[in-house]
């Protein structure tokens, strides 16, 4: 579990807000680290340095139900204090992490894309710069872990050449799993919310998929899509009502 309490200097309610979160990390069986980041220092990845102060992200999702706002201070009219998220709001957004094992069936709870890439260093460099991830975690220029909002994909190494003189390509193609063919080769689709602000931002950057520009579907989602450094395919929709029955 990632939680990060993130502030400006100065902001009046941060020690209110991390004596907060402390105490519901503490009810917690294993107690995770925090993280506690200045949103205006240069070194922070730039997603970050548009939350307000104070901000407590579980898995890149604001505790509070918010989005990035720019460096101000942050109100909280759902809270016992107004400055600050209240322990409830804290610890509703802590409690799905300690549930799993608790299900009395088997249940689904999150999908998580895997890209095949010829670098993974490029690929968390145009991932993080031009899609505005954060590279939580990396192995080498063999695998890596991008978020955002709480949304994890991971970048696999697609470096393998052998198949290049493998005898049984053709019965065989896919060995390793880590034939540089597979490059480029993935699609998934992304459920978001401001879809249209999102295509807006990602157009500035020059990613749209030339065939994925931002429409309307008559089953309910207006969507587009966007290519990564290898041609990866990523669309991003959100759901709306649908304009005629299905055939």
């Not at 925090?34 to 104070?54: M, N």
């Not at 094992?101 to 710069?129: C, D, G, H, M």
């Not at 459920?191 to 065939?211: C, F, K, S, T």
Request: charged share 20%; hydrophobic share 35%; aromatic share 8%.
């Amino acid at each position: 579990m990632l939680i990060q309490l993130l502030y400006f200097p100065g902001c009046p309610h941060v020690a209110t807000a991390r004596q907060a979160l402390q105490r519901a990390v503490a009810k917690l069986d294993e107690t995770p680290p925090i993280s506690e980041i200045d949103v205006t220092d240069d070194r922070t990845p730039e997603p970050l340095r548009l939350w307000g102060s104070p901000t407590i992200l579980v898995d890149g999702v604001d505790v509070g139900g918010g989005r990035p706002s720019g460096s101000s201070c942050r109100l909280y009219p759902d809270s016992d204090n107004l400055g600050a998220p209240s322990n409830a709001m804290i610890e509703a957004a802590l409690r799905p992490h300690t549930q799993y094992a608790a299900a009395s069936v088997p249940t689904i709870r999150e999908v998580t894309p895997v890209f095949q890439v010829k670098s993974v260093e490029a690929s968390v460099k145009f991932y993080s710069e031009r899609l505005g991830f954060i590279a939580r975690y990396r192995e080498g220029d063999g695998f890596a872990i991008v978020q955002r909002d709480g949304v994890d994909m991971i970048l696999t190494g697609a470096t393998d050449e052998r198949w290049r003189t493998r005898l049984n390509l053709a019965e065989r193609p896919v060995a390793s799993g880590a034939e540089s063919f597979l490059a480029g080769t993935g699609s998934c689709r992304i459920r978001v919310e401001g879809v249209d602000q999102l295509h807006e931002a990602y157009q500035g950057q020059g990613v749209i998929h030339p065939n994925g520009p931002l429409r309307t579907q008559w089953w309910g989602v207006r969507e587009f899509a966007v290519l990564d450094l290898d041609g990866n395919s990523l669309t991003f929709f959100e759901t709306t009502a649908p304009t005629k029955p299905s055939p």
